[in-house]
């Protein structure tokens, strides 16, 4: 099983997410572009599952925490769609996206989706519980609808005190994979917990 996690925005937990699916499913991981460096994702991913996982190098490694398709300009770079390809891995594969679901990798309104759809893989919407979310995910899940990609499901990140949860999942029709409530300390532990809870 391969699975893209995105998100509706920055800062959402597709990190944690993707770290959970992989302990879930003790699965290689991937992230093909990571802009702010250091640290990496692919870093805190290796310490937080308890096994020794694959991962595989990104295509991009971009110093500038900010959008690819900037961080890339920084360093006089185009990101090209030409230059990704899918790890070849006996294993389940876990590919993390960077930013939220449309964030460009260049100035020809490319994104990684562009990447991960001819593929098949199925995509996983992490959603951070925020005033504004319910506008964010449901336009993510209309994008992903009309591109015609697979949605696995929603993760949710948060506490919920605005029923974002019940309206999200009404509309979308969309099963809730895993929802993470706001921890105090994320550890292999933390992980483990949440990997036991995921609904896959």
Not at 134 to 139: K, V
């Amino acid at each position: 099983m391969n699975y893209f996690i995105t998100a509706i925005g920055t800062d959402c937990g597709k990190t944690l997410v993707s770290a959970i699916f992989c302990e879930a499913l003790k699965a290689a991981y991937w992230k093909p572009v990571q802009t702010g460096v250091p640290p990496k994702d692919s870093d805190t991913v290796r310490d937080l599952v308890s096994f020794q996982i694959p991962i595989f190098p990104e295509t991009y490694l971009l110093s500038e925490p900010a959008s690819p398709h900037y961080a890339a300009s920084l360093e006089g770079i185009e990101i090209n769609l030409n230059n990704f390809s899918l790890p070849e891995t006996k294993s389940n594969l876990i590919i993390e996206g960077a930013g939220g679901l449309l964030v460009p990798l260049n100035n020809k309104g490319e994104f990684l989706l562009d990447f991960v759809l001819p593929h098949s893989i199925e995509t996983v919407l992490v959603i951070r519980l925020y005033l504004g979310c319910i506008n964010q995910a449901l336009l993510s899940i209309n994008e992903l609808n009309r591109r015609g990609a697979k949605i696995k499901g929603l993760v949710f990140n948060g506490t919920d005190v605005f029923g974002a949860i019940e309206i999200i999942e009404s509309i979308s029709k969309l099963p809730i994979l895993l929802h993470l409530e706001d921890e105090k300390e994320i550890n292999q532990k933390t992980v483990l917990r949440y990997s036991k809870l995921l609904k896959i």
